[in-house]
């Protein structure tokens, strides 16, 4: 019997995948103001990937095969009204994701990243007019029900929207979230850095479920080394423990 409970707390323990995730920091065209190496207005936003374990990867100098080998996710910064990614790059990051990489955009502002949406048959409204908060109408297990938590609501501040193509996943009626299959990977539109800055500015990554659904996002890599979460460390002691007080009985 004691081998049979130790099998149970080995079964019931997960595991959460630590992520290189590869981002801009100061590249032409980003609002570096809002990047995950610099953090000056997503300080809070960085320290959780931190905490879980992810790591971050400077794409400054370009996107290509080489650069991409040693990431898990990519997530692309909120940038200014230009093109900020060549057709090069969108080619890269459709493979990156075709083989299992996860791709998450931070698409507010109107025609950054119009090519890459384009690339995928999607494409994005600039600031239609969608208030906060914006309830969850579609389940996605892994966001919307992930390993941190479930998400109901998250708060916004003049977002964007997206229009998704057959197969895509609006996460809600407005499509400020929009999720796509795409091979073996997987692509996340957001369409509001405000839901996620803080500690200054909007401030979003604290309201609603907004912490929860910024954790479950990056907790989508399933590659990387698996870094336990504390309560599967609890639950695999705790066996052990069992198991050997069995043993000398």
């Not at 803080?198 to 698996?226: C, H, Q």
């Amino acid at each position: 019997m004691s081998r049979t409970f130790f099998v149970i707390l080995i079964v019931l323990s997960t595991t959460l995948s630590a992520a290189t995730i590869g981002t801009f920091n100061n590249r032409s065209g980003i609002l570096s103001s809002f990047s995950l190496i610099s953090a000056q207005n997503m300080e809070t936003a960085r320290n959780l990937l931190v905490s879980d374990g992810h790591n971050f990867q400077n794409l400054d100098s370009g996107i290509n095969s080489t650069s991409l080998a040693s990431v898990d996710a990519v997530y692309l910064t909120i940038a200014s009204s230009a093109s900020v990614i060549n057709g090069s790059e969108v080619s890269s990051l459709n493979s990156f994701v075709n083989t299992g990489g996860l791709l998450v955009v931070q698409g507010d502002l109107d025609n950054a990243y119009d090519n890459l949406y384009s690339s995928l048959g999607a494409s994005h409204n600039f600031f239609p007019g969608v208030n906060s908060p914006v309830s969850v109408t579609t389940s996605f297990a892994p966001l919307t029900n992930g390993p941190f938590g479930t998400v109901n609501s998250f708060f916004v501040s003049t977002p964007s929207t997206f229009n998704l193509p057959v197969g895509g996943i609006k996460l809600d009626t407005n499509g400020v979230i929009g999720v796509l299959q795409v091979g073996q990977g997987t692509v996340v539109l957001l369409g509001d850095v405000n839901s996620f800055d803080g500690p200054t500015n909007a401030n979003g990554i604290v309201k609603e479920d907004n912490t929860t659904l910024w954790r479950n996002i990056f907790a989508l890599t399933n590659s990387g080394n698996a870094v336990p979460e504390p309560s599967s460390i609890l639950l695999f002691c705790l066996g052990g423990i069992f198991f050997a007080w069995q043993r000398t009985k």
